[in-house]
């Protein structure tokens, strides 16, 4: 392992894990992956000691740079610090009242459009976590209103705060795109259709596929709850994915 490289802490399956993964390989920029496991005590786990001494939140993905020792949690923030770190511009821009409406949605984001994760496809995937009913119905009807707002501003622009992709658009793909039905397949689209023009184009970003490979393999849960063996093969998969696009860089 390079020590010039940055560490990504995570696993595919993580919604917020994936957004950083797909910032780095659209824009080629080498990590190495060390897996950890979320909500555990264990040796890898995010509520372990050691990692919580990174990320105190306990939370993935964190980003670790070994040279200087630095780390960083929460996925946007991540994200932020890497485009301003290496001007990458294009997804996070110079100028200050576009840059804010980035950081607008990356705002709204949190109690809004995540909440597709925590309201419906976290009770299929984490059943150990025994998510209230009354918590996935208000995180459902979040997500819904969230929809219509998104629907609303994809009717006259290309991307979530404009013309052009940002780390706005990977931040919401990855919560929205987990839901179509390629994927999981928890929640009817149909009724935006100016978010799934949206997630068609965004489909054709570099690195989507890369990113996806987790949920492509775990394929339709709206039915039945997939089981350890499957969730076990489907990360397998992803990491050999990643690791082929990671050697591809090299
Ligand atoms: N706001 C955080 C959310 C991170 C998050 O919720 N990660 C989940 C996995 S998808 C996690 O680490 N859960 C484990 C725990 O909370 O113990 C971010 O965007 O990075």
């Known amino acids: 392992m390079s ?4 560490i990504l802490y995570g696993v595919p399956f993580s919604q917020p894990v994936r957004a950083v993964m797909w910032l780095m390989l659209y824009k080629q920029s080498p990590f190495d992956m060390v897996l950890i496991n979320p909500g555990s005590k264990g040796d890898n786990g995010s509520r372990n000691p050691a990692y919580l001494a990174k990320n ?12 200087s020792g630095f780390t960083l949690g929460e ?27 980035v950081d607008w949605y990356l705002n709204y984001h949190h109690r809004n459009v995540r909440d597709a994760s925590v309201g419906l496809v976290a009770p299929k995937i984490r059943k150990d976590l025994n998510i209230p009913e009354v918590i ?12 219509r707002v998104l629907d609303g501003l994809l009717q006259n622009q290309a991307h979530v705060t404009g ?7 990977f931040a919401a793909y990855v919560e929205i795109g987990q ?13 935006y259709p100016n978010v799934q023009r949206w997630l068609r184009d965004m489909a054709e970003v570099p690195g989507h596929d890369t990113v996806h490979v987790a949920l492509a393999e775990l394929g339709d849960i709206s039915q039945q709850a997939p ?20 050697e591809a860089m090299a």
């Open 75 to 101: 996925a946007h923030a991540i994200m932020a610090y890497l485009c301003s770190k290496h001007g990458w511009h294009d997804l996070y821009p110079d100028d200050l009242q576009a840059r804010a409406q």
């Open 3 to 6: 020590s010039a490289r940055p």
């Open 136 to 147: 996935q119905l208000s995180a459902a009807a979040n997500l819904a209103g969230a929809l």
């Open 179 to 191: 839901l179509q039905p390629q994927f999981t397949n928890v929640f009817d689209l149909s009724p």
């Open 227 to 246: 089981d350890m063996e499957t969730i076990k093969n489907a990360n397998k998969r992803a990491l050999g994915a990643l690791k082929t696009a990671l």
């Open 163 to 169: 013309a052009n992709l940002t780390i706005a658009d």
């Open 56 to 67: 105190p939140s306990g939370t993935i993905p964190c980003l670790e740079e070994p040279e």
